[in-house]
């Protein structure tokens, strides 16, 4: 799953777009008990965490914690700008034909 956000911080920097990848599902499952396929749907929590993992990724000046940076930055605005389904190709049962995946 691929999650393609405008993160806007209210700093009076421009917003800037920011793709979900591996390591930023990985770490959100990991810290908020998640999984990606629970059926709990995405909130502005989950896409707060990602932001936090991939702002600090980026060399971003980050607090510990993805609650603190939220709370340093309380006017912020995150908001999903496109969702890339996963389009892997998988090999059918007994070595079927090759089909495309979404998700």
């Keep these: 799953m691929k999650v393609k956000l405008r993160i806007d911080l209210g700093d009076g920097k421009p917003p800037r777009e920011?793709?979900?990848n591996m390591l930023a599902?990985?770490?959100?499952?990991?810290?908020e008990n998640r999984r990606s396929a629970d059926?709990?749907?995405?909130?502005f929590a989950?896409?707060?965490?990602?932001?936090?993992?991939?702002?600090?990724?980026?060399?971003?000046k980050v607090p510990g914690?993805?609650?603190?940076?939220?709370?340093?930055?309380?006017d912020m605005e995150i908001m999903p700008?496109?969702?890339?389904?996963?389009e892997t190709p998988t090999i059918g049962?007994?070595?079927?034909?090759?089909s495309v995946k979404s998700s």
């Design 18 to 20: 920011m793709t979900t």
């Design 25 to 31: 599902i990985v770490e959100w499952e990991k810290i």
């Design 39 to 43: 059926g709990k749907g995405i909130g």
């Design 46 to 60: 989950d896409m707060c965490c990602w932001a936090y993992v991939l702002c600090k990724l980026a060399g971003d």
């Design 65 to 74: 914690t993805w609650r603190e940076w939220v709370a340093e930055h309380p």
């Design 81 to 86: 700008v496109d969702e890339i389904t996963d």
């Design 93 to 98: 049962e007994h070595g079927g034909a090759a």
